[in-house]
Nanobody
Framework: QLQLVESGGGLVQPGGSLRLSCAAS????????IGWFRQAPGKEREGVSC????????NYADSVKGRFTISRDNAKNTVYLQMNSLKPEDTGVYYC????????????????????WGQGTQVTVSS
């Protein structure tokens, strides 16, 4: 069974940090770019970041540039999202997704381009 599983979410105070993990089972992530999306209550799911198959190309939403860092460890079949200087507006359910087609332009922002999705992990930033 092909599956992506996110972990690492939780409750954190503003200014704090979290590291999310996205682990794959049933397939290898080597052949996929991996994106992170988030969905706040009452809002659409939006792209946060994406990393290419090799890890050599990364993309970030303007709202998280300089605060979030995406990385991958293909040996562990896992992708990470390090989130620093968290703000209340970062609150939401965070999803990872696997993209098989070439990572070009802004395709990483398109939810429909992704082949597999995880179930999400809740991140709450609040004092």
């Amino acid at each position: 069974q092909l599956q992506l599983v996110e972990s690492g979410g939780g409750l954190v105070q503003p200014g704090g940090s979290l590291r999310l993990s996205c682990a794959a089972s049933g397939f290898t992530l080597d052949y996929y770019a991996i994106g992170w999306f988030r969905q706040a209550p009452g809002k659409e799911r939006e792209g946060v970041s994406c990393i290419s198959k090799s890890g050599g190309n990364t993309n970030y939403a303007d709202s998280v540039k300089g605060r979030f860092t995406i990385s991958r460890d293909n040996a562990k079949n896992t992708v990470y999202l390090q989130m620093n200087s968290l703000k209340p507006e970062d609150t939401g359910v965070y999803y990872c997704a696997a993209l098989k087609i070439p990572l070009v332009g802004s395709i990483w922002r398109l939810r429909g381009a992704y082949d597999y999705w995880g179930q999400g992990t809740q991140v709450t930033v609040s004092s």
